[in-house]
């Protein structure tokens, strides 16, 4: 930058800061608004006045009639056997073997007697024709005395007699 240059920048910022200062002499950058010692006299607005309400016209309303569901229409019916009565009572009719499941068999066959089918088999043909779980468990305690009877296959073999001999 030569010295021609130099001397313009410095005379624009000369007339920049004269016109910045220019601003400013005249007027203050903020003005302090001091508040009167004196308070202004508070008026209340005036209330309205109420309106008068119309009164509701009155109707008259009459109870709809019940409709009837299809639980009305179902009630004066002869209830029949439920569903579970109807499989309860199949289920009591069908020899034990049938009635044991493949899964409970392995796990009867394999935990209480020892994994022999025919032990198994023998005191099913055995049990079978029993009427009561007094018999039941008068037999088992009679022929298997080391069962644990807390066990779950215990529990779960001596359920399936119970809703055998019902």
Same mark, same amino acid.
């Given at each position: ?35 009167? $010692?004196? !308070? =202004? /006299?508070?008026? %209340? *607005? &005036? $209330?309205? !006045? =109420? /309106?008068?309400? %119309? *009164? &509701? $016209?009155?109707?008259?309303?009459t109870k709809p009639k &019940? ?25 009591s009719r069908n020899p ?71």
């Amino acid at each position: 930058m030569d010295q021609k240059e130099y001397s313009e920048i410095k005379a624009l910022l000369a007339q920049l800061n004269e016109r910045i200062d220019a601003l400013y002499q005249d007027k203050p950058a903020f003005e302090l608004i001091v508040p009167d $010692e004196t !308070e =202004p /006299e508070f008026i %209340p *607005e &005036p $209330e309205p !006045e =109420p /309106e008068a309400k %119309p *009164e &509701p $016209e009155r109707v008259h309303v009459t109870k709809p009639k &019940p409709v009837p569901t299809i639980g009305d229409l179902f009630t004066n019916m002869n209830p029949g056997p439920t569903v579970a009565e109807v499989l309860a009572r199949s289920n009591s009719r069908n020899p034990l073997k049938e009635r044991i499941s493949f899964n409970d068999k392995y796990l009867f066959t394999k935990v209480l007697f020892n994994q022999d089918a025919g032990l198994f088999n023998n005191t099913i043909d055995i049990l079978e024709p029993m009427t009561s779980m007094r018999e039941v468990e008068s037999y088992l305690g009679t022929h298997f005395p080391n069962w644990d009877v807390t066990s779950p296959a215990v529990h779960r073999f001596l359920c399936q007699l119970e809703d055998h001999v019902r």
